[in-house]
């Protein structure tokens, strides 16, 4: 096994460190409003949409793929989220703690998000948990690396740490898939937006009900390599 210097963790943003919900909701609901979809989804219709890439979500949204719609619909998008929405945000109770704590175990610590980069680091610089994570990795506007197997291929060769002696916490089967795509076991978070029948058909190595239960479950997946 790799001494704790030698590990990482790379961490998911939305529905992991921080509940989205009113600003990902809002965000999408402004731009369906001024593209003039009708009826708008409710908040409570749009909870899929939290972590998937946003360009995904308005395919399915717009139920079509044609590349100019889909863009407008994200421009959209951004227009209110890149001011309002980012910061309609929570830190989830016993993430600092959390952090903390994998930091006094001697864990490297990423964000590994499919949001924006630019987005993603205002988020955890103004909720002050940029202190705990060496680098953000997210999307580029253009959608480079908003595929999670993308971003941890990146993440992985920009760290060059070893996949096999770190770990992936997320909270939707994307956060799965950009784990194994890099050989790298997983840990998926229950207080998150993936569905309990989601989160068991997902590729992973454990469940996590609370933060609290992260820093032993990786502790002891990382014993077993």
């Given at each position: 096994m790799a001494a704790k210097a030698d590990t990482a963790v790379f961490i998911d943003l939305d529905g992991t460190l921080t509940d989205p919900r009113p600003g990902i909701a809002g965000s999408i609901r402004y731009a369906l409003e001024r593209l003039g979809i009708a009826p708008v989804p409710t908040e409570d219709e749009l909870l899929w949409c939290i972590g998937p890439p946003i360009h995904e979500s308005f395919v399915k949204l717009l139920g079509t793929t044609d590349k100019a719609a889909i863009e407008r619909a994200v421009a959209l998008y951004r227009e209110r989220y890149g001011d309002i929405g980012l910061f309609e945000n929570e830190v989830y109770p016993g993430i600092p703690?959390?952090?903390?704590?994998?930091?006094?175990?001697?864990?490297?610590?990423?964000?590994?998000?499919?949001?924006?980069?630019?987005?993603?680091?205002?988020?955890?610089?103004?909720f002050s948990l940029a202190r705990?994570?060496?680098?953000?990795?997210?999307?580029?506007?253009?959608?480079?690396?908003?595929?999670?197997?993308?971003?941890?291929?990146?993440?992985?060769?920009?760290?060059?740490?070893?996949?096999?002696?770190?770990?992936?916490?997320?909270?939707?089967?994307?956060?799965?898939?950009?784990?194994?795509?890099?050989?790298?076991?997983?840990?998926l978070a229950e207080w998150g937006y993936g569905a309990p029948e989601e989160l068991k058909?997902?590729?992973?190595?454990?469940?996590?009900?609370?933060?609290?239960?992260?820093?032993?479950?990786i502790a002891r997946l990382l014993r077993k390599n």
């Amino acid at each position: 096994m790799a001494a704790k210097a030698d590990t990482a963790v790379f961490i998911d943003l939305d529905g992991t460190l921080t509940d989205p919900r009113p600003g990902i909701a809002g965000s999408i609901r402004y731009a369906l409003e001024r593209l003039g979809i009708a009826p708008v989804p409710t908040e409570d219709e749009l909870l899929w949409c939290i972590g998937p890439p946003i360009h995904e979500s308005f395919v399915k949204l717009l139920g079509t793929t044609d590349k100019a719609a889909i863009e407008r619909a994200v421009a959209l998008y951004r227009e209110r989220y890149g001011d309002i929405g980012l910061f309609e945000n929570e830190v989830y109770p016993g993430i600092p703690a959390m952090l903390a704590a994998l930091a006094k175990d001697g864990r490297r610590l990423f964000v590994a998000t499919s949001k924006l980069q630019v987005y993603a680091a205002r988020i955890v610089e103004h909720f002050s948990l940029a202190r705990h994570f060496e680098t953000v990795f997210g999307a580029e506007a253009d959608g480079t690396r908003s595929n999670k197997a993308d971003l941890m291929r990146h993440a992985v060769g920009q760290t060059k740490v070893a996949p096999t002696t770190s770990v992936m916490l997320g909270d939707r089967v994307h956060d799965a898939m950009g784990a194994q795509a890099v050989g790298m076991p997983c840990l998926l978070a229950e207080w998150g937006y993936g569905a309990p029948e989601e989160l068991k058909a997902a590729k992973n190595d454990g469940l996590c009900r609370t933060p609290a239960d992260v820093p032993p479950a990786i502790a002891r997946l990382l014993r077993k390599n």
